[in-house]
């Protein structure tokens, strides 16, 4: 680092702003995911084929950790004054270099034992664990076509659990939007957690439509997981009400403090179900960081808008699928230039602003 660098980055005050739109979109839908999940795989009636494919799915998943645990304890295991698979890799390493000399001498008749020995068993761990994956993802591939099915059945099929929770939330004024993989937005997230309650003491009586009928505590497990869920949104909706505020007081931040601890630990415990890991980064951001940002910029986080940087992420999407095909890098840069361009130009949006609401109105009639 020159001096000029170093000087600089003492002048230069860096701030850290919690970004609370994110934060409420993430652990938002993480939450309805987690509901449609457990929907999908313990609570609904579903054909006997798909259901043996989620059994085996969770048979196979307890094998991939037995199998992940004997590839470790095959590396860690001793064998002579080194593990198997740094002495694995010594002789790898051994016999490349060695073939890469003048005369091409190789390993010698014990040491190439020793390797097909080692490296033997090194395949045979590691082709159990991989084939007991590679199964896995085949499975999981057959369940989420299936589980799209029922997401986009076909026309004659008018009513699944996921059409009509659909409907659940248009009539609380929430729809998903058309991007990001139809997952709710900002806005659509603060309405289900405000009205969390109702939307899911809906759901409970939808999903007795659809329920299995092999379980008889059925009815049970779903009021429990809708209440489960119910509980975690009430825990956000609390945790970014408390980020609006435009007055904080001392009570409100040490407020803050507990209840971004609690969602992060519940939050945690709904990841781990949908797939089997808790490396949840925005629940850390919210229970990890959240108070002393609050602390700092306490009353005016909930003047910073992001709605910029996800409209801004919409309009290059568009852009950039307008001209990825262009094979010229040069004129695809220009083109995309024009874009924008013509985006911020008044006289153009007003024009196109006519031409819709004139469309709008009347068939586009051809001049003779």
Known sequence: MNCQTALTMKCVNLNRVLPVLHLLIGVGNDVINYFGHVVEWTLIEIPEEERKWKEDVETLKVLIETYKRECNEWDSSPHGES?????????????????????????????????????????????????????????????NEA?????????????????????????????????????????????????????????KVMLRRFKRQDDADIDAKIDAHCDKVIDILKTWDKFFSLLHKTSPTEADFNELKAVATTAEEKHRLVRTVVDNSDDVPKPHISGAHAYEQFRQHGGCLSKIYEQFVEKNHQTESEIEAQTKRIPNHEQRVKTAANIRAMGHDWRVNKKQKLVKDETARAPYKKSS
Do not use: C
């Open 83 to 143: 593990t198997k698979s740094k002495r694995r890799s010594a002789l790898m390493s051994l016999k490349r270099s060695r073939s890469a000399t003048a005369n091409g001498n190789r390993l010698t008749d014990d040491e190439q034992a020793e390797f097909d020995l080692l490296n033997g068993e090194f395949k045979e761990t590691r082709k159990k664990r991989d084939d007991a994956q590679a199964k896995r993802r085949d499975l999981l591939k057959k369940i």
């Open 147 to 203: 589980a799209k099915g029922r997401r986009r059945p076909p026309k004659e099929v008018n009513e699944t659990w996921y059409l009509l929770m659909e409907k659940i939330y248009r009539r609380f004024n929430v729809v998903r939007e058309d991007y990001h993989k139809r997952q709710f937005a900002g806005r659509p997230m603060r309405e289900i957690m405000k009205n969390a309650q109702g939307i899911f003491d809906d759901a």
